[in-house]
């Protein structure tokens, strides 16, 4: 047998010896790279494959998750009413899975507007001196005393002047909003004027005055028991800031000081000067009804 035949015989080489390879790494046999996962940014293509990149989308969020924020219902569960056209946008109905809303969109559900936020309410004890308005140009504000309370976009309801004081509400709750402006909420104010207020003026605000020829009408009116006649008690539905002095004012009086004690069924217990609370969802419940 030649040395060669006995080669062939031997232990097989890696590149020869009966073809068998014990996977060697000679050039050509290096083993092959597997594919990797998928990278991100192809499952977002495939996902919004016809819509808009989420590099453009801005500061938006998908509808359905705007939905689930509500408390409505699930984001699946969202899905499903997106479908069947029960939601809104801007007026519009948005039927588009993945659709982008924007914070200064109106989304409505059911005919019904909705919020992401959880639904909010704060009732503040307003000192004198601080601005009840949310322009950033007055100065010291109500929205400045109530900053650390929230982040969810709260709204005052109402008006006080800035030397008044007392019960304030901030909510972003769109449905009460909406029931004040339209109807009114009871509020009962403590007010002192300049002198005393004769019983005739008083009765002639107790049955209702023309202003600038508007008719301007209260609730109630009634001397404070056990103060001078220069204080009274008056209860009004106006929730503006400027219809207090201007009854008096019509009767040829001062206002001193104006400080609302009950704003519908709240008080001011237990909440000093200056100071805010969040309302339990007794308070919330008597104050929609209110």
């Known amino acids: 047998m030649s040395r060669r035949d006995q080669g062939s015989k031997g232990k097989p080489s890696g590149r020869g010896g009966n073809n068998v390879r014990k996977g060697s ?9 597997k594919d990797g996962p998928k990278k991100p940014f192809i499952k977002e293509n495939r996902e919004n494959k016809g819509g808009v990149s989420k590099k453009k989308l801005g500061d938006g969020i998908r509808l359905n998750k705007y939905i689930a924020n509500s408390g409505i ?34 989304v409505k559900f059911d005919g019904r507007r909705i919020n992401p936020e959880p639904v909010t309410h704060i009732l503040l004890n307003k000192p004198k001196g601080v601005a009840s308005t949310n322009s950033e140009s007055k100065g010291l504000t109500v929205m400045d005393l109530i900053a650390n309370a929230t982040s969810a976009k709260v709204k005052p309801v109402g008006r006080l002047g800035r030397n008044a004081t007392g019960l304030f509400l901030f909510t972003n709750d769109d449905v009460l909003i909406n029931k ?11 007010i002192e004027l300049d002198k005393n207020l004769k019983g005739d003026d008083l009765q002639k605000i107790q049955e209702g005055l023309k202003i600038e020829g508007k008719e301007v009408a209260v609730e109630e009116i009634k001397y404070v ?12 539905k106006n929730m503006g800031n ?36 969040m309302l339990t969802p007794e308070e919330i419940n008597l104050f929609s009804m209110a």
């Not at 008096?248 to 200056?274: A, I, N, S």
């Open 242 to 277: 400027s219809i207090i002095r201007d009854i008096f004012e019509h009767l040829g009086y001062q206002v001193v000081r104006v400080d609302c004690v009950t704003l519908g069924p709240l008080t001011k217990k237990d909440l000093p000067r200056g100071r805010w609370r």
């Open 25 to 33: 790494h000679a050039r050509g046999n290096a083993p092959i790279k």
């Open 180 to 190: 004040i402006h339209k109807k009114g909420m009871s509020r009962l104010f403590h």
């Open 225 to 236: 028991d056990n103060a001078p006649k220069k204080e009274v008690g008056l209860k009004i």
């Open 73 to 106: 219902c699930s984001r699946r569960e969202a899905d499903t009413y997106i479908a069947t056209g029960l939601v809104t946008v801007n007026g519009k109905i948005i039927n588009e899975m993945g659709f982008q809303v924007k914070p200064t969109d109106e």
